[in-house]
């Protein structure tokens, strides 16, 4: 977009086009328009997520699955359920411990990641086929870097005494 909003009426303002933040919200609000588009109107990321993992893990706790995909409990606890209300997945209390809920999908879950997969992957190439295979093989290192390192520093918490933020509330 050039540093223009969509309709071109007013420049972004400078101090937001270089900042990284802004640039990530794009990319984010991009991503989800062409998703839209072109996978799925009622299977999100992070429900294809949940649905790619338990097929790959089948009967794995619910916990666990939020974990291997970068869920926190809250966001996979509400995708589950709704999973779950639409008979794509379901939830068996563990024989070993009660507690635990084990994930399983159904015949119409199986089904749906297979064809959302294959939708998913046309628009990845879609997306990424103008940087060829080089720029690919360094353009999904630096994403995932990128999201590492920014995970770390949403863990970060602020040192009430000294004012200084470290990883994990620990003071430096």
């Known amino acids: 977009m050039n540093q223009h909003d969509r309709k071109g ?3 972004t303002p400078p101090d937001m086009a270089s900042a990284p933040g802004h640039i990530l ?5 991009a991503y989800q328009a062409a998703w839209l588009a072109h996978v799925d109107t009622t299977i999100t990321g992070p429900q294809l997520a949940v649905l790619m993992a338990i097929r790959s893990y089948p ?4 916990g666990m699955v939020g974990a291997s995909i970068s869920l926190d409990r809250s966001t996979m606890a509400g995708i589950v359920t709704r999973l779950e209300d639409r008979g794509l997945i379901r939830r068996v209390r563990s024989i070993d411990d009660g507690r635990k809920r084990l994930l399983h999908l159904t015949d ?3 089904k749906t990641v297979s064809t959302v997969l294959v939708r998913s ?5 879609m997306l990424m086929e103008s940087f060829g295979t080089l720029g690919q093989g360094v353009i999904v ?3 995932d870097s990128l999201a590492r390192q920014w995970e770390v520093v949403a863990d970060l918490r602020d040192d009430a005494e000294s004012g200084v933020l470290s990883a994990h ?4």
Do not use: I
């Not at 919200?25 to 609000?29: A, D, G, I, V, Y």
């Not at 009967?59 to 619910?62: I, L, M, R, S, T």
């Open 9 to 11: 009426d007013y420049p």
């Open 25 to 29: 919200r794009r990319l984010n609000q």
């Open 59 to 62: 009967g794995v706790e619910q």
């Open 108 to 110: 119409e879950g199986n």
């Open 121 to 125: 992957q046309d628009l990845t190439n």
């Open 141 to 143: 290192p630096v994403l």
């Open 169 to 172: 509330g620990q003071a430096q």
